[in-house]
């Protein structure tokens, strides 16, 4: 049974940093492209970061150059790195994973950004 498991949210200052992680099991998490969604309230989920087969990186525009996503196949976890936060970072954050057409996803963290 795959499980994905996502902690490291929670409140900080705009300029502040945090770092999620996404603890999976239950697949052979190496074979799986890795990425991470956000939903704001009132608002579509968007795509934040993803790695690709191949390794290479995409990330939405409003988070180039703040957020880098990575992944440790040897602890089956896929991390955030986020820095420079912003208020409108503000949103529940998502792990997904997939291959083919198997698309699992976590229940979320939530990240507000706020003084």
């Not at 992944?71 to 208020?87: A, I």
């Not at 409108?88 to 997939?98: F, K, M, P, S």
């Given at each position: 049974?795959?499980q994905?498991?996502?902690?490291?949210?929670?409140?900080?200052r705009?300029?502040g940093?945090?770092?999620?992680?996404?603890?999976?099991?239950?697949m052979?998490?190496?074979?799986?492209?890795?990425?991470?969604?956000?939903?704001?309230?009132?608002?579509?989920?968007?795509?934040?970061?993803?790695?690709v087969?191949?390794?290479?990186?995409?990330?939405?525009?409003?988070v180039k150059?703040?957020?880098?996503i990575?992944?440790?196949?040897?602890?089956?976890?896929v991390?955030?790195?986020?820095n420079?936060?912003?208020?409108?970072?503000?949103?529940?954050?998502y792990c997904?994973?997939g291959?083919?057409?198997?698309?699992?996803?976590?229940?979320?963290?939530?990240?507000?950004?706020?003084?």
């Amino acid at each position: 049974q795959v499980q994905l498991v996502e902690s490291g949210g929670g409140l900080v200052r705009p300029g502040g940093s945090l770092r999620l992680s996404c603890a999976a099991s239950g697949m052979i998490f190496s074979t799986y492209r890795v990425g991470w969604y956000r939903q704001a309230p009132g608002k579509q989920r968007e795509l934040v970061a993803v790695i690709v087969s191949g390794g290479s990186t995409n990330y939405a525009d409003s988070v180039k150059g703040r957020f880098t996503i990575s992944r440790d196949n040897g602890k089956n976890t896929v991390y955030l790195q986020m820095n420079s936060l912003k208020p409108e970072d503000t949103a529940v954050y998502y792990c997904n994973v997939g291959r083919g057409v198997m698309d699992y996803w976590g229940k979320g963290t939530l990240v507000t950004v706020s003084s």
